[in-house]
């Protein structure tokens, strides 16, 4: 029952906290679809620039006959890119925090739980991601979407959260955007 409610109390956090996402952000193509913008040829993006340091998820649908259901597609898979780098992210985080205690104090104890906590974090529900963009492509009718997560929102989360590893909590505020710098660019 515990677990319920710290996963209900995280998601209703994260959930508002992506909701307050904003600016605009540009992004280089590189696929070269003719006529589309830029962040649909370059695809899913890790992006640290003068908005902040955000992850760019984008989505697509094809032709489904049902315009609102397509749109629905697009944004749903746009969040998932979202929260398939995010998951990634914190699973470099929690490999980094874990070498670094283990390497301090030997114990695997820390392992299991900051392994449980990071588990149910990149679990959550992403659905509160900001879609900031649509675009159609007017020759094959695909729709594509893009989703964004400001980074410092997830720290504010991570943050909130009270049943959580305090050394890892501390490891995520000192490290966690050195270590989103390093990750490779294009989300892949």
């Not at 906590?117 to 959550?124: A, G, P, Q, V, Y």
């Not at 720290?155 to 505020?173: I, L």
Request: proline share 2%; glycine share 12%; with cysteine.
């Amino acid at each position: 029952m515990r677990t319920i409610g710290w996963k209900l109390s995280v998601i209703g956090l994260l959930s508002g906290l992506l909701l307050a996402c904003g600016g605009k952000t540009t992004v280089e193509s590189d696929l070269g679809i003719k006529g589309a913008p830029d962040w649909v040829n370059e695809g899913t993006n890790i992006l640290n620039d003068k908005g902040g340091r955000l992850v760019h998820g984008v989505g697509s649908a094809p032709q489904m006959g049902d315009q609102s259901l397509q749109v629905s597609t697009a944004d749903d898979r746009a969040r998932a890119e979202v929260a398939r780098v995010l998951s990634s992210y914190m699973n470099v985080v929690s490999k980094d925090y874990i070498a670094s205690v283990q390497g301090a104090t030997g114990s695997g104890a820390t392992e299991q739980s900051v392994s449980r906590d990071i588990s149910n974090i990149t679990k959550l529900n992403l659905a509160g991601a900001r879609i900031i963009g649509h675009w159609r492509d007017k020759k094959v009718g695909t729709v594509y979407a893009l989703a964004e997560l400001d980074m410092k929102q997830v720290q504010e989360t991570v943050n909130k959260v009270e049943d959580m590893n305090k050394g890892f909590k501390e490891f995520f505020q000192a490290k966690g955007d050195n270590i989103f710098d390093g990750m490779p660019k294009g989300g892949k």
